[in-house]
């Protein structure tokens, strides 16, 4: 079984804990032989105070139909759905990455849906945060604090990581507070696991638990290598088995949530599978890693920059892909209208072509809210008619209580006609006071005001 960390009980452990007589520092030796013991104290002395405890609150809104006889019990007036509430709290872990922003990095997972947010700071503090965005696909979050004092961690390039690199894994398991466990990297580019939509995770055997979700997995300098994200847990807890998301990935997740408040994914434009054993003989290669080309699709960037159905993508900025899973991570991490070299592999000879990534057309429902807040919910797209179609609405959304429903096209903002996703936000944005949505449902035009 695979698990998401984001939470929980302190109280689970708290019964199994005993109190331990205290060590005292002058029965530790601190050489032997004249040479000094060798010890991660000194790293994690300029590290720890750059993790954090997260503890959110909020309410989880479900609804249910009501059982048609119900309904024929209670006449013409009973309800059609029944609305559940249920109150819910958690525990993560984030990583302060700028201490001047105040800004923090998590798991979505561990913030996702909270009304409230709280940071616990090492020296102690506690301080309200900021949610500025997130990337559901990839299970990223950022926050923002107001507080003096901060110290941020420093990144690594992750690309440089190898099997094998120890790293140390820092957060919050189980609420029990900062805690510190330590391994090495078991494997790099892991996907197919199905946690998240991308994935592309360094593994390790760093001793990760409930709660360390949103933690830092660092290298023996103190740099940020991975955010720790999920375990492979068959009996609930540790078995050495853990994967983060890499910082190189984090890098540019943060970096378009703090300009944009959402991901503006990169496109390629092309679909695919995995290079295996048979594709391989059957192409004559020597290699089995990669991703092999199905499609191109018309008009994309992979198609300008001369990629065809067959060739077979082994390379990303020179760095081998293991499949293509990961090469969708990297790319759609990477941003729209970023500039990538891959290597490719084209009638069994060895390419390099340069692409200038599209731009997703879709706004997905936890993106929607940085639009507008009472957007926050619906799926947006680029309509093939004009306008914004709203791809799906999530119940009990601020998108919902708004009135919107799958299927509605935006096609106006007050007076002012909406041609596609860019026209909408750059009408929204710094929009202060109620909006008025023109709306073209079922072919008749209502409009929906947003507060």
């Not at 698990?3 to 060590?23: C, H």
């Not at 720890?48 to 809104?61: I, Q, Y």
């Not at 991490?333 to 290597?343: D, S």
């Amino acid at each position: 079984m695979k698990t998401k960390l984001s939470v929980l009980s302190a109280a689970m452990l708290a019964a199994t804990l005993t109190m331990m007589p205290a060590i005292s520092q002058a029965a530790i030796p601190q050489t032997v032989d004249g040479q000094s013991i060798p010890s991660l104290a000194p790293m994690l002395e300029r590290t720890t105070p750059a993790v954090v405890s997260v503890a959110v609150t909020g309410t989880h809104v479900s609804k249910q139909r009501v059982p048609d006889v119900f309904r024929y019990f209670f006449g013409p007036n009973a309800p059609q759905e029944q609305v559940q509430e249920r109150p819910f709290r958690g525990l993560g872990s984030g990583v302060i990455i700028d201490a001047d922003k105040g800004y923090i990095v998590t798991n979505n997972h561990v913030i996702d849906g909270a009304d409230d947010i709280q940071v616990g700071l090492h020296d102690g503090r506690e301080v309200k945060a900021k949610l500025i965005g997130t990337d559901s696909e990839s299970d990223i979050a950022l926050l923002q604090i107001e507080a003096k004092n901060l110290v941020a961690i420093k990144s690594s390039n992750s690309d440089d990581l190898r099997v094998g690199d120890f790293a140390v894994a820092i957060g919050n398991p189980f609420g029990l507070g900062q805690t510190v466990t330590s391994g090495i990297v078991s494997a790099l580019g892991r996907s197919g696991l199905g946690i998240e939509m991308l994935e592309n995770f360094i593994q390790t055997d760093a001793a990760i638990n409930s709660g360390n979700s949103g933690g830092a997995l660092v290298n023996l300098n103190g740099e940020l290598i991975g955010i720790n994200t999920a375990i492979v847990a068959p009996g609930g807890g540790n078995v050495g088995i853990g994967f983060a998301i890499p910082a190189n990935m984090v890098k540019n997740l943060v970096a378009q949530i703090a300009e944009h408040g959402e991901v503006r994914r990169g496109v390629l434009g092309i679909s695919g599978r995995d290079l295996d054993s048979q594709l391989a003989q059957g192409f004559g290669l020597d290699t089995q890693h990669g991703g092999f080309i199905n499609e191109v699709t018309a008009g994309s960037a992979a198609e300008k920059a001369g990629l065809k159905a067959g060739d077979i993508i082994v390379s990303v900025d020179g760095r081998g892909i293991k499949s293509f899973q990961e090469l969708r991570a990297k790319v759609a991490t990477m941003g729209a209208g970023a500039k990538v070299e891959l290597g490719i592999i084209r009638d069994g000879d060895k390419e390099t072509v340069k692409v200038t990534l599209g731009e997703a057309s879709q706004t997905s429902d936890s993106a929607a809210g940085a639009v507008h807040p009472m957007l926050q919910g619906a799926s947006l797209e680029n309509s093939s008619k004009g306008g914004v179609t709203i791809a799906d609405v999530a119940q009990g959304s601020p998108a919902a209580m708004s009135g919107l429903q799958k299927g509605d096209i935006i096609v106006g903002i007050n007076r002012t006609a909406i041609k596609d996703l860019k026209t909408l936000k750059a009408q929204l944005k710094d929009q202060e006071g109620a909006v008025a949505l023109k709306i073209l449902r079922d072919k008749s035009m209502l409009y929906l005001v947003l507060r």
